[in-house]
């Protein structure tokens, strides 16, 4: 018998640690499951719902792609990336093309708060689509790990049941638990199957009939920014309490930025100062530069997703001085507290000094 790889004495993985990719699992025509262990047999800390940035050495020079943990914390030994090939991939493309088992690549994470234990609630309904069914996959398991009766109303919508992703799984557990509730809806059949879910695109009255008591339940929302509009859209029309409501996205935010400073504002002519004190760096910059751009125009790496701050894979700690960021909710009250900032849309005030 092999010997275990797990190392329960060591601390929980964290990103200065190289992720082992272990297996690859087809999903769907164009998807496919990652899982990743540490080498050095350290277990994963994570709360479900969260995401990795992963460093991939494409063609041409490496990019930065996030992708959201479809695995539960439940199950520490691993972590599993689904992920789903758009029109354009770059590197979700190598990934699916180039990325075997025994390969090893650089993660930064596991960051976010779109999670089901900053929102606990009695009733869940979770509605997705395509990829973003995967942070509700890492809830739904959570939950049934955690062997109490769920109460989740799942909706997703996909083009057809061959791709739905998670679909047996969810069925498994779904078969042997009343209280997680699976309702699909596709655009178009299989050829030569039948279908007897719903059929068309997600409304207020098919999600009526989906999830009557919608109005009781913690809505966690995921998919394609026009998928999110229309259920927002829904939901507000429907008299639902969008305080009780959260998504999850990595494009760019429809509405404006959270959390704006009002006190100062960077004027491009004043000049600012930015020391990275680990690199022993110290540039000359305008107010109106990022502290990311600073950084990288000084030969600096700091790890980077969305860029307008959403994912907070940018996220490092400010020793000192003062910045003026405008983010997008990729940062929590209780980091800012402890001194960090996220990069991408933090603009100098002054002399500030940076953990890099």
Request: net charge negative; glycine share 8%; with cysteine.
């Amino acid at each position: 018998m092999a010997k275990s790889r797990l190392n329960w004495t060591a601390e929980p993985w964290d990103d200065a640690e190289l992720l082992e990719c272990a297996m690859v699992v087809p999903e769907t025509a164009d998807s496919a499951t990652f899982t990743f262990r540490a080498p050095s047999g350290a277990w994963f800390d994570y709360q479900p719902g969260q995401f990795v940035t992963l460093d991939l050495p494409v063609p041409g020079g490496n990019v930065q792609r996030t992708y959201t943990i479809s695995s539960s914390p439940s199950r520490p030994l691993s972590i599993s990336l689904t992920v789903k090939a758009q029109e354009g991939s770059v590197g979700t493309r190598w990934m699916l093309d180039h990325l075997k088992p025994g390969m090893r690549v650089r993660a930064y994470g596991p960051s976010g708060v779109f999670t089901s234990h900053r929102h606990p609630a009695r009733k869940y309904l979770f509605i997705s689509a395509g990829s973003g069914i995967t942070p509700m996959m890492s809830m739904t398991t959570w939950a049934w790990d955690s062997g109490e009766m769920p109460d989740i109303a799942f909706v997703h919508a996909a083009r057809s049941p061959s791709d739905i992703i998670f679909r047996e799984r969810l069925e498994l557990m779904a078969n042997r638990v009343p209280g997680l509730q699976l309702r699909f809806t596709v655009s178009r059949p299989d050829p030569f199957r039948a279908w007897h879910g719903y059929l068309g695109r997600l409304n207020q009255i098919m999600l009526g009939l989906m999830a009557p008591d919608y109005l009781e339940r913690e809505v966690f929302c995921c998919g394609p920014d026009a998928f999110m509009t229309s259920v927002r859209e829904m939901l507000i029309a429907l008299g639902y309490d969008m305080d009780r409501y959260h998504q999850e996205s990595f494009g760019a935010p429809l509405g404006e930025e959270t959390d704006v400073p009002l006190d100062i504002t960077p004027e491009e002519s004043t000049t600012a100062e930015v020391v990275f004190a680990d690199s022993g760096v110290t540039a000359s910059c305008a107010e109106t530069d990022t502290i990311l751009a600073v950084a990288k125009r000084s030969g600096l790496n700091i790890p980077l997703g969305c860029t307008f701050g959403l994912c907070g894979t940018c996220k490092i700690r400010k020793i000192s001085g003062e910045v003026h960021m405008v983010h997008n909710g990729g940062i929590t009250d209780e980091d800012i507290d402890e001194g960090y900032i996220l990069a991408c849309c933090s603009n100098p005030m002054g002399r500030v000094e940076i953990e890099l």
